[in-house]
């Protein structure tokens, strides 16, 4: 499954040139162009789904195996301090590329807080009815 507007696919394709870390059958791992911190990844599943919602389970599953592999490696490699993994589902969720694909963000000390987010403070009732309405 390919599809010609995709960045993505074009690389998997051998189009368009990346840095690749990893390859197999069904994944492409390669280097961000655009990288957060020194040795930023993608993994990349070669066939084309658009996000996690239309990933199949079990390439899902491989996903995370995959992912687990590549930080073990990298960690010894690049000998950063650990790891973020991040995976972007819709625009509103800041996804640029639509064919799936899972950040591996290297982290080091000191290198700044570039995944921050602003802690809410929801209270009791608010987790109590947010709760019921995913579960209900
Ligand atoms: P997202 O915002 O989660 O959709 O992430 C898309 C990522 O793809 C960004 O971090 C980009 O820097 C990266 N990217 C875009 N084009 C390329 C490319 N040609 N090779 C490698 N990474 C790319
Ligand atoms: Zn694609």
Do not use: W
């Amino acid at each position: 499954m390919k599809q010609d507007n995709c960045i993505f696919c074009r690389i998997i394709a051998g189009e368009i040139p990346s840095y690749t870390l990893y390859e197999d059958e069904k994944f492409k791992v390669i280097l961000d162009v655009g990288p957060a911190t020194r040795g930023h990844a993608l993994i990349l599943p070669k066939d084309h789904y658009a996000n996690l919602y239309e990933l199949p389970e079990e390439t899902a599953a491989e996903v995370i195996k995959l992912a687990k592999k590549m930080i073990a490696r990298m960690t010894d490699k690049l000998e950063c301090d650990g790891f973020n993994i991040v995976q972007n589902n819709g625009e509103t969720a800041g996804q640029t590329v639509n064919h799936f694909h899972m950040h591996l963000i290297p982290r080091y000390k000191n290198d700044g807080e570039i995944l921050k987010y602003i802690a809410g403070k929801p209270g009791q009732e608010e987790l109590e009815q947010i709760r019921k309405t995913i579960v209900e």
